[in-house]
C-alpha cells in the first residue's frame, strides 16, 4: 500500500534533489527509500526501475534545459541569441547538476517522448542557428559544436579546472561569441 502523500511527483522530487546534491551516480532505490521514510519496495508503487527513474531524471532535464534556453533567447538574434542560450545551458548545468548529468545521454530508440524531449532542445539551438543561415546538416554540426563547447566548460568548471582570477561568463561568452564569428565566415 502507497504511503499517504508520496506519489510519482513526490518521488521525483526527492530523487533530484539527491542527484542535485550528491550526484546522479549516488541515487539508489535504496537512498531514495530512506530520504523519503518508506522502505524500498514502496517504491515501486511509484517507479518500476532505477533505470526508469533515472529515464524520468533526463526527460524532466531536457525540459528544464530547453525552458531555460528558450526563455533566455526570446527577443534575441545570432550572437545575442546564441550567448543566451550558451548562458542559459551552463546556469541549467550549475544549478540543477543531478538533471544535467541525466539529460547527457541521447534519447533510445523505442522511447518517443524522450526523443521529442530532446528533439526540442536540438529545435530551440536550431532556431538560433537559423540566424546565422545554417540549416540541415551543418546546422547540426554547429549543434554539436555549441553543445560540446559549452559542456567542456562546465564540465572543466565543476572539476575546480579554472584557477586564474577571471570572471567564468565573461570566458563562456568570449568562447561562444568566437564560435559565433566562425559560424558567420562559414555561412
Keep these: 500500500m502507497a504511503r499517504a502523500g508520496l506519489d510519482r511527483n513526490a518521488v521525483l522530487a526527492a530523487a533530484t534533489a539527491i542527484a542535485d546534491t550528491e550526484g546522479l551516480e549516488a541515487l ?10 518508506v522502505k524500498t519496495p514502496s517504491l515501486y508503487n511509484h517507479v518500476p526501475s532505477l533505470g526508469a527513474l533515472q529515464r524520468d531524471l533526463a526527460l524532466a532535464g531536457m525540459r528544464e534545459a530547453n525552458a531555460r534556453m528558450t526563455r533566455a533567447a526570446v527577443g534575441l538574434a545570432r550572437e545575442d541569441a546564441l550567448v543566451a542560450i550558451g548562458l542559459a545551458y551552463r546556469d541549467f548545468a550549475r544549478e540543477r547538476p543531478g538533471l544535467y548529468a541525466a539529460s547527457l545521454r541521447a534519447a533510445p530508440a523505442g522511447d518517443a517522448e524522450l526523443q521529442r524531449a530532446g528533439g526540442e ?6 532556431a538560433v542557428l537559423s540566424g546565422y543561415g ?7 554540426h554547429a549543434t554539436r559544436g555549441l553543445r560540446a563547447i559549452i559542456h567542456g566548460f562546465v564540465a572543466l568548471e565543476a572539476a575546480g579546472g579554472f584557477g586564474l582570477a577571471l570572471d567564468l561568463k565573461e570566458s563562456l561568452t ?14
Excluded at 532542445?121 to 536550431?126: C, D, F, S
Design 174 to 187: 568570449r568562447l561562444i561569441k568566437a564560435f559565433g564569428k566562425g559560424l558567420e565566415r562559414g555561412s
Design 134 to 140: 545554417l540549416s540541415g546538416d551543418d546546422a547540426l
Design 121 to 126: 532542445v536540438v529545435a530551440t539551438v536550431l
Design 28 to 37: 539508489t532505490l535504496a537512498g531514495l527509500a530512506r530520504a523519503l521514510g
